[in-house]
């Protein structure tokens, strides 16, 4: 064994005399690269900085560093006067680069015979070189040195080393796997003084099979010293023989692009001293189960650090002058390295080309990979990804290009079942083997992500392993699948949601049992108020923002930008809301003057086999849990039901996605969803379909102020249902379009369609709708000023809910109490007022009425500061406030964080918190 080289903390003259290899010299060079800068407290200077400094190439000034090649005496006193060497160092280390320069020369003179018995052991250095514009990972370099033990500049151990370890650094096909490990692997060269051993075995490399491991074990040996004769015969041998020689050493093994555990066990050194980095683009599962190997997964570059890339390949100068492409082009590479490594290229090799060009051909998904193809095998992105697919089963095969075409960002293991039309456990199986291939990413419990770029590839092969119809069916098996799923949910979150009358469904869907919600009780935060106008920024909540009642002045001084609530709940077929006899899904309510799949259109299959059922959530709360999880597929499914011309489904989804809309307010998307079913809807040409699309995109567009948009898809709606039209629609839209002409500013006309909705309820013998028919217009009488009419339109709806089973929930009843409150608080009762919101406040915290609460509660603000009981008021704005901001009620939740800072500059103001 090498003597071991003394302290290079201490004196560096003292240490030179010592040196008689290169790598001695090399590390002393790094040495003083590290003191200088902790002198000048920053990190070390880059090879760049170095290059930039000396006028030399960052490859040469690297071989200095690695001990790859002995400097010229000129270039090392340059290196030596720029790192701060004193003048006795610089003759010290001058004088030792001139003994290992003599001494290489003796060797080679001998004709580079390997050494004798009983000398020093070679010292391999077999790492190529490093990436030189390495960027970003900071986390995952964290945990390499944490699972090697050694950390920059030092080590865990008394010596500096570091205690060993086996890392197995995985990740698709162009994430930089190699790069990570050759950029940590030349930082700290240092830890490893017995050098370092480097195979790539080849893994998924298409120009030959991968490297025997026998073969990799004897390479190794070579590398050690060991002469040919002396290697046993046996690879089983040769393997204990490589383990033996390593058991004692603190090397670095550096295993590339390995195939799977199989290929990599019998090239794990002996002892605990050796650190082993492996690239994989498999898992290595059974390395880390069999020899405890830390995973290390590599994901996307962050966008700042996918800027860097590109920086460093064509210079900040060219991406700020065309900024924009600079960010498309780090968008379409997806975080990618290899692909921001080819757009790089592709730009750096057309300098005259504008990188709006390139970034052009990028964003379109079809051109994409053909825009990421450099002209070389390892140049080409879609080259390097289809290396991973040639280990797959067919079945597998298969499964990766079904699943890069399925509609959403990611799936569930039963939406692939029923995309693969595979069993369940089948369907788990083959995404195991994605996953375990970094062909797809199990991101969540029982959920799968694919990489864009895959996905472009996926959809490739797709076209290769299947024909169009197959793809076709294939989705459609999925839609089915997730619209039969978001049906079932949205009955949790409204379980009297009327069904869409809708033809019979263009082919068999997976069917699914519909809940039992005769318990559910679901009432979702947003749904409609029984009887009340939903509020322009579309809550049930009432304040129809900015116009104060006629003939009176808002009170209360400090509340901002609002005035008296509204009472209409957007819809008609409110989300939540129920009617008896009507609405009830599946049929008739019992008691009820009902109609049944007959009148209001085809219902849902009821029957299926086990493994058909989606599996529907066990509460409301699951429920808005699952549209949370599965929003972005649903609406990726709707639009692609439409592409390919599944109306029904389309019309199905904006129906199962309304709840959960309303409840979150993302009005936005609620009203693309009824756009989109309304121009499903006219492919379909049911008149009753047709209307209910259009009245339900035109409460969308009310609840986005868009008021002259949903008065057209109303009047549209009316003119659907005709002179022979069922009333009980007809009510609903007189309904809506009461609420869309209050946000137009319109009360008046607001009052006549409220009037039309009680005229036809009454005649339906409908005591419910009558009931919120009646709330809605003592509303809008109480905004025109008639108070006592309004009162007494209000405690009629009040004594009709109070008697009416159908609001079992009461949130008929605590929407008609706010009412009262307010049309109590306008007339000068605010004691009255007061008391009414406590009553209606009562049955929402029974009931869960969360939604409707926050604005009692804001209203009762404004009541107890007309009593100046300020306190009380803001106590009850910071709790409207906490739960509008849950319910992402944002605009209502700063409306009421204003109140609060006015209150908090009154005289007598405590702040807004309270």
């Known amino acids: 064994m090498r003597q071991p080289l003394p302290d290079p903390a201490g004196p560096v003259a003292e240490a030179a005399a010592a040196v008689r290899t290169p790598d001695e010299l090399a590390l002393l060079l790094r040495d003083l690269r590290r003191r200088h ?365 079904l699943l890069g075409a399925a509609p959403g960002p990611d799936v569930t293991a039963d939406a692939a079942a029923h995309l693969l039309d595979l069993p369940a456990a089948a369907a788990r199986a083959l995404l195991r083997e994605l996953d375990h291939a970094h062909l797809v990413q199990r991101h969540a419990p029982e959920r799968y992500r694919m990489h864009d770029l895959l996905r472009l590839h996926a959809t490739e092969q797709a076209r290769t392993h299947g024909t169009p119809a197959e793809q076709r069916a294939a989705i459609r098996r999925l839609i089915d699948f997730r619209t039969e799923a978001a049906c079932a949910a949205a009955r949790l979150l409204a379980p009297h949601q009327p069904p869409l009358p809708l033809p019979p469904p263009e082919a068999a869907a997976p069917p699914v049992r519909p809940p039992d919600t005769a318990e559910s009780g679901g009432v979702m935060s947003g749904e409609s108020v029984p009887g009340g106008y939903a509020p322009g920024g579309g809550a049930p909540g009432r304040f129809a923002p900015g116009r104060p009642v006629a003939g009176e002045s808002a009170s209360g001084g400090v509340m901002s930008g609002e005035s008296v609530p509204g009472r209409y709940a957007p819809g008609g077929v409110m989300s939540g809301e129920s009617v008896p006899g009507r609405y009830a899904p599946g049929g008739t309510a019992p008691g009820a003057r009902g109609t049944g799949p007959s009148a209001t259109g085809a219902s849902l299959p009821t029957a299926a086999e086990p493994r058909d059922l989606p599996q529907t959530p066990p509460d409301r709360a699951s429920a808005m849990a699952w549209f949370d999880a599965e929003h972005a597929n649903l609406v990726a499914a709707q639009q692609a039901a439409r592409g390919y011309g599944w109306d029904g489904q389309v019309c199905r989804l904006a129906w199962a996605l309304d709840p959960y809309h309303r409840s979150r307010g993302r009005y936005a998307d609620q009203a693309a969803a009824w756009q989109l079913a309304v121009d499903g809807a006219e492919g379909l040409r049911e008149p009753a379909l047709r209307a209910r699309a259009h009245q339900m995109l035109g409460d969308a567009c009310a609840l986005l102020g868009r008021t002259g948009d949903a008065l057209r898809h109303l009047d549209r709606a009316l003119e659907l249902t005709g002179g022979a039209g069922d009333a009980a629609v007809r009510a609903e839209i007189h309904h809506s379009l009461g609420g869309a002409w209050e946000r137009h500013g319109d009360d008046r006309r607001a009052l006549e369609h409220a009037l039309r909705a009680l005229a036809i309820s009454r005649t339906l013998d409908d005591t419910y709708r009558q009931a919120r028919a009646l709330n809605a217009v003592g509303w809008l009488r109480t905004r025109l000023g008639d108070h006592a009419e309004a009162r007494a339109d209000c405690l009629a709806a009040l004594a009709l809910l109070r008697k009416h089973p159908a609001d079992r929930r009461q949130l008929g009843e605590s929407s008609t109490l706010d009412s009262l409150g307010c049309i109590a608080h306008r007339r000068g009762d605010h004691d009255l007022a007061v008391a009414y919101y406590a009553e209606a406040l009562a049955i929402c915290r029974a009931q869960g009425h969360s939604h409707l609460e926050a604005d009692v509660l804001r209203h009762t603000a404004e009541s107890l500061l007309a009593r100046h009981r300020t306190d009380e008021a803001r106590d009850a704005l910071v709790r409207a406030r906490a739960l509008l901001t849950a319910q992402h009620r944002l605009d209502d939740a700063e409306h009421v964080g204003r109140d609060l800072a006015g209150l908090a500059r009154s005289p007598g103001g405590r702040g807004e918190g309270g």
Request: hydrophobic share 40%; proline share 8%; aromatic share 4%.
């Open 37 to 401: 800068a902790r002198g000048r407290q920053d990190s070390p200077l880059t090879y760049r900085e170095l290059a930039a400094r000396t006028g030399w190439s960052q490859t040469a000034i690297a071989e200095y560093f690695t001990a790859r090649t002995l400097p010229p005496t000129d270039r090392l006193d340059g290196l030596l006067d720029l790192l701060g060497a004193t003048p006795a160092e610089q003759r010290a280390l001058a004088t030792a680069r001139d003994r290992v320069e003599e001494a290489a020369r003796r060797t080679r003179g001998r004709g580079g015979a390997p050494p004798a018995p009983g000398g020093p052991d070679p010292v391999p250095r077999q790492l190529p070189a490093p990436p030189e514009l390495f960027t970003g990972r900071a986390h995952e370099l964290a945990l390499l040195d944490e699972a090697a033990g050694t950390h920059p500049g030092g080590g865990s151990g008394a010596d500096g080393g570091g205690t060993g370890g086996i890392c197995a650094i995985g990740g698709m096909g162009g994430i930089g796997k190699t790069w990570l490990a050759l950029h940590w692997a030349h930082a700290r060269r240092d830890r490893f003084p017995d050098g370092e051993l480097h195979a790539d075995l080849r893994g998924f490399d298409p120009t030959g099979r991968p490297v025997d491991p026998a073969a990799a074990v004897r390479a190794f040996l070579a590398a050690l010293g060991v002469p040919p004769a002396s290697v046993p015969a046996g690879a089983e041998a040769q393997a204990a023989l490589y383990r033996g020689l390593t058991a004692d050493r603190r090397m670095l093994v550096l295993l590339d692009n390995a195939l799977d555990t199989a290929q990599v066990a019998p090239l794990l050194p002996g002892g605990s001293g050796c650190t082993v980095l492996i690239t994989s683009r498999r898992r290595l599962t059974g390395l880390v189960a069999a020899y405890g190997a830390r995973p290390v997964a590599l994901g996307e570059l962050p966008a700042d650090d996918a800027r860097e890339v590109l920086a460093g390949r064509l210079g900040r100068a060219r991406l700020h002058a065309e900024p924009r492409a600079a960010d498309d082009l780090v968008a379409c590479c997806a975080g990618l390295p290899l692909a921001l490594g080819i757009a790089a290229a592709c730009a750096a090799t057309h300098p005259d080309l504008p990188l709006a060009a390139l970034a052009g051909e990028l964003r379109d998904d079809a051109r994409r990979l053909d825009a990421l193809d450099g002209g070389e095998p390892r140049a080409d992105l879609r080259a390097v990804l289809s290396w991973s697919g040639r280990a797959l089963s067919r079945e597998a095969a298969r499964g990766f290009g």
